[in-house]
C-alpha cells in the first residue's frame, strides 16, 4: 500500500520568505509526527498530532513553526521567515495508534535550504 | 544523560562478520522499542520492533534488558548492503519517540 508521502521533495528558499512543507500519512493513521533531522545529526521532534486532540507542539523551536493537520489527514509544517539554521531535512512520520507504543513510518522528507 | 543513547560509531567490519550494537534507554517504563535503518540521504526504515525479550529476523536479532535498560542490535553475517546508520528508539514517558544519535556501520569486501 502507499507510504506516507511528502512534498516537495527539496527546497531552496531565501532567508527570510515563508516555506509550507506537506505531509500525507498512511492512510487510517491517527497519529501524525513531523522531526527534524540536521547534517549529520540523530532526529529532533517537533510536534505530532492525535486524532482530534489538540497537538503536542513541546519540540516546536520557535513560534516561526507552526503546523496543521486538517481533516485528521494531510498536514502543512509553516516556517516563516526562514534562518539559515533552519536548513536540514524534515520528516514526517505516521502511525496507527497514539504514541506511545505503536511502529512510526517514515516519509522520503523534504530537504529545506535557506540561502 | 541522555534518554536514548547509542555506542558511537563508525563500525568498520569485513562481510561476513559478526557485529553487535548497544543503545541504552533512560524510560524504565517504556514498553516499545524500535531499531530503523537509515541510508544516506534517506529517510529511517523500520528494521525491527520490540515489544518484549526480543526479536529475530533472519540475520537480525534484537534484544532487550530491562534490568539494565538496554536493547541491543545483532547483525550476522554481514552483507556490503547492510552498511547504513542503525537508529534506536524508544518512547519517553512523555510519549515522544526518542532517537539515538545513529551508529554508522560499514561493511567492507
Known amino acids: 500500500g502507499a507510504g506516507v508521502s511528502q512534498s516537495p521533495s527539496n527546497k531552496v528558499t531565501e532567508k527570510g520568505k515563508d516555506v509550507e512543507l506537506r505531509c500525507d500519512p498512511i492512510?487510517?493513521?491517527?497519529?501524525l509526527y513531523w522531526y527534524r533531522q540536521s547534517l549529520g545529526q540523530g532526529l529532533e521532534f517537533l510536534i505530532y498530532?492525535?486524532?482530534?486532540?489538540?497537538?503536542?507542539k513541546s519540540g516546536l523551536p520557535s513560534d516561526r513553526f507552526s503546523a496543521e493537520r486538517t481533516g485528521g489527514s494531510v498536514s502543512t509544517l509553516t516556517i516563516q521567515r526562514t534562518q539559515q539554521e533552519d536548513s536540514a531535512v524534515y520528516l514526517c512520520?505516521?502511525?496507527?495508534?497514539?504514541?506511545?507504543?505503536?511502529?512510526?513510518?517514515f516519509g522520503p522528507g523534504t530537504r529545506l535550504t535557506v540561502l | 544523560r541522555k534518554e536514548v543513547e547509542q555506542d558511537p560509531g563508525p563500525f568498520n567490519v569485513p562481510e561476513g562478520a559478526t557485529v553487535a550494537f548497544n543503545c541504552t534507554y533512560s524510560?524504565?517504563?517504556?514498553?516499545?522499542f524500535f531499531w530503523y535503518r537509515q541510508d544516506c540521504r534517506k529517510e529511517p526504515k523500520l528494521l525491527m520492533s520490540?515489544?518484549?525479550s526480543g526479536n529475530e529476523d533472519g540475520r537480525f536479532t534484537a534484544q532487550l534488558n530491562r534490568a539494565s535498560q538496554y536493547i541491543s542490535l545483532l547483525i550476522r553475517d554481514s552483507k556490503l548492503s547492510d552498511s547504513a546508520t542503525y537508529l534506536c528508539?524508544?518512547?519517553?514517558?512523555?510519549?515522544?519517540?526518542?532517537f539515538g544519535q545513529g551508529t554508522e556501520l560499514s561493511v567492507k569486501p
Open positions: 512520520a505516521s502511525s496507527f495508534g497514539g504514541p506511545g507504543h505503536d511502529t512510526q513510518y
Open positions: 492512510s487510517g493513521h491517527t497519529a
Open positions: 498530532f492525535q486524532g482530534n486532540s489538540a497537538p503536542d
Open positions: 524510560n524504565s517504563a517504556s514498553q516499545s
Open positions: 520490540v515489544y518484549s
Open positions: 528508539a524508544s518512547y519517553n514517558q512523555g510519549g515522544k519517540l526518542i
